[in-house]
């Protein structure tokens, strides 16, 4: 069980164009859902944490108007990368969990490889 | 803020033990995780262990978590070439669940 899915795995798009990846939690219901981003040969940083239905807390230097994050239902949250330019290249990663305390795991999407020409 | 460090690098031979070391900086930290990560791939959740506790065994893997000192350990026996990867760290705290990650311990094995 507490299995996370992101859609889609790869893309490339041209410099100026939005992308929207899909993260879902396919067996559980995730109140809480996490975004981050992993730079070539760095860590993940969290950009973002999403409750259901409210809106997202963004980590301190993440551009929120940039990444959009939307949580609408309890297994499903997006985020857009609006006008994306080569230096939002990265891999994605979402997590989700099953409450909003702190008393459950996270559980990791596969990541999303964005590639801005 | 919190802050989590591993080495960058490890290299063992086929059939010996690794062992990736882990410091972290929260005190308040409530899980801590291990991480594999396959070249171009996701995170994979190898073990957790809660902050209340030791040690934690699951099978080849072994987690040594010294509280006091604020230092985790993962112990694979018996490594195989198939354990090449990249490790991370992570520990989770604060009311948010804010998970913060290490840079990642890359794993050689040597046939």
């Known amino acids: 069980g507490a299995v996370v899915s992101q859609h889609p795995s790869r893309v490339i798009c041209k410099s100026g164009t939005s992308v929207k990846i899909e993260c879902r939690s396919l067996d559980f219901q995730a109140t809480t859902m996490f975004w981050y981003r992993q730079f070539p040969k760095k860590s993940l940083m969290l950009m973002a944490t999403?409750?259901?239905?409210?809106?997202?807390?963004?980590e301190q230097g993440v551009e929120k108007d940039k990444f959009l994050i939307n949580h609408a239902s309890l297994t499903l949250s997006t985020l857009t990368v609006t006008s994306a330019h080569p230096e939002d290249s990265s891999f994605y990663i979402c997590s989700a969990s099953r409450d909003s305390g702190n008393t459950d795991t996270q559980y990791f999407g596969p990541g999303t490889r964005l590639t801005v020409l | 803020g919190e802050d989590v460090e591993q080495s960058l690098f490890l290299s063992v031979r086929e059939g010996d033990s690794s062992v990736i070391n882990c410091t972290y900086t929260?005190?308040?930290?409530?899980?801590l995780y291990w991480y594999k990560q396959e070249p171009g791939a996701g995170l994979q959740l190898l073990t957790y262990i809660f902050s209340n506790m030791d040690m934690k065994q699951d099978q080849r893997l072994t987690v040594l978590l010294n509280k006091k000192d604020k230092h985790l350990s993962l112990r694979i026996a018996d490594t195989q070439t198939g354990d090449s990867a990249i490790y991370f760290c992570?520990?989770?705290?604060?009311?948010?669940?804010?998970?913060?990650f290490g840079i990642g311990t890359k794993l050689q094995v040597i046939p």
């Open positions: 929260d005190s308040s930290s409530t899980y």
């Open positions: 992570a520990e989770q705290s604060g009311g948010y669940q804010k998970v913060t």
């Open positions: 999403s409750n259901e239905g409210s809106k997202a807390t963004y």
